[in-house]
């Protein structure tokens, strides 16, 4: 979910510094430590609401959308179009603000929540590390959401346990310096079969994209020689999963601030006078690098950085896809929440090249996605399902790494717990996921071992003279 706010202050821990430290070059060094101090500030957010509404029409829409660059509103679900739901979250000194603006314009909303702590608490006890629960002593249980050390030991084990199967591979170290694993799946084929990406995690506070990435690895894993679809999958793909893009982020949001989206970087605000962490990964690829949906300002939550590939996650990716481009079968990077399936581009509402055959693709996808759980989800080009996003992954892997299957999901649910989202549905998420990934995996098999099929009858085939 991309969710813009500018400047939140409960998203974005802006620091004002005082006057005499920005004027020496020691002081502000000074000022600095301040900053990385209180920036580890435990966010509560009791009193915290998350409002919902539906815009009627088209002025509606245009009037919320207005409150887009309101720094006291966090939106969850952007307005888009009318008739669909949008839901922000707003901080306790904002919401009278907030909500006397949306009585003026006439615009009906409902509370789903006066206290999001409560959401977060609830949680931080159905997921606790290290506790009773069952499943953490058996292994690692796919039911619940994993802290970032969990993550980190689950996969140097299973690396371990299927040495002929697995590699984990290390992308880079983050600000802080974390690891951004990547774990590739093969039975064989010395790098020449065609190669499955999948990342999640990008945005730290998705909890669900983790979560099913790591489903998928297990399965993937526990399937092969047992499971004949999924043997005779591996055999024809290598996957490659990298199921937390943004461990710096994920780390900040299981600490100190679960809603916390970006990285946790600090932004080139020198010798400015606002400073904020955070670069927005999914806005630092190099494909209309700084366009609609984006903000220059260090403090808001899309911030893009000032150049493309400034960070170690959107370079991760880079890399990875580079290294692969030439046999990528498809590209798949996870984000929540919402239920939408979406292909190229966000930054512009033009069909793609392949839009066509995208669309046919997709409604494969949900239509197996809903087999599953009777979950819908949309589906349909980001631009137009979700709204503009610029410097975005899926599109750079499209564009400039010239990948012709890249997709980005919205994983659940649509919009009664959001980010929070239960952890009783993480594991119907994962197996919903799979099928639509499967799916078009298997139908983009199909395709070329059929295409191959076909220039094999007519190289052999002689073909008469008219
Ligand atoms: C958050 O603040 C509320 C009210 O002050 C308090 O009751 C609650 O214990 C706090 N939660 C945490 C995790 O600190
Ligand atoms: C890995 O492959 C080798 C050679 O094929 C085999 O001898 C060995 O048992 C395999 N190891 C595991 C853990 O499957
Ligand atoms: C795998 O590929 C590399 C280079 O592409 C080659 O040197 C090597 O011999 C190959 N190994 C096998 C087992 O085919
Ligand atoms: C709107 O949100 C509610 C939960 O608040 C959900 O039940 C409903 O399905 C959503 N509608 C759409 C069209 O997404
Ligand atoms: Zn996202």
Known sequence: MNGVNIGTNFQNEVRELPFSLRMCGHFLFLGFAILIIQSKAFQNFTGHKLLGMVPRNSAEVKTLRD?????????????????????????????????????????????????????????????????????????????????????????????RKHPNLTKLLNMGDTYEGNVIYLLKISSGGNDTRPAVWVDAGIHSREWIAPATALYMINHLLTGYGTDRYLTDLIDHNDFYILPLVNPDGYLHTWGWNRLWRKNRAIANGFPGVLICRGIDPNRNFDIFFGGPSTSSTPCSSIYKGDKPFSEAESSAIRDGVMSLRHRMRAYFTLHSFSQLWMTPHGYTTLKSPDFNEHMDL??????????????????????????????????????????????????????????????????PTSEETWAGISTIVSRLQTKDEDAKKRTSTTSTTPVPRA
């Open 67 to 159: 409150l887009l660059e309101d720094p006291e509103v966090d939106f969850w679900m952007e307005p888009t179009h009318e008739l669909q739901n949008v839901t922000v979250h707003v901080a306790p000194e904002s919401h009278r603000k907030l909500e006397g603006k949306l009585r003026n314009m006439g615009l009906h909303y409902h509370t789903i929540t006066d206290n999001l702590e409560e959401w977060i608490e609830r949680e931080r006890e159905e997921n606790y590390p290290g506790s009773h629960l069952e499943g953490r002593d058996a292994g690692f249980a796919f039911d619940v959401y994993h802290p970032l050390d969990e993550i980190v030991n689950y996969l140097e084990d299973v690396s």
């Open 362 to 427: 997709l409604r494969m996808a949900v239509s197996a996605v809903e087999s599953i759980h009777g979950q819908k989800y949309k589906y349909g080009p980001s631009a137009e399902t979700l709204y503009a996003t610029s410097g975005s992954a899926s599109d750079w892997v499209y564009d400039i790494a010239g990948v012709r299957y890249s997709f980005s999901v919205e994983l659940r649910d649509r919009g009664a717990f959001g980010f929070l989202l239960p952890r009783t549905e993480i594991l």
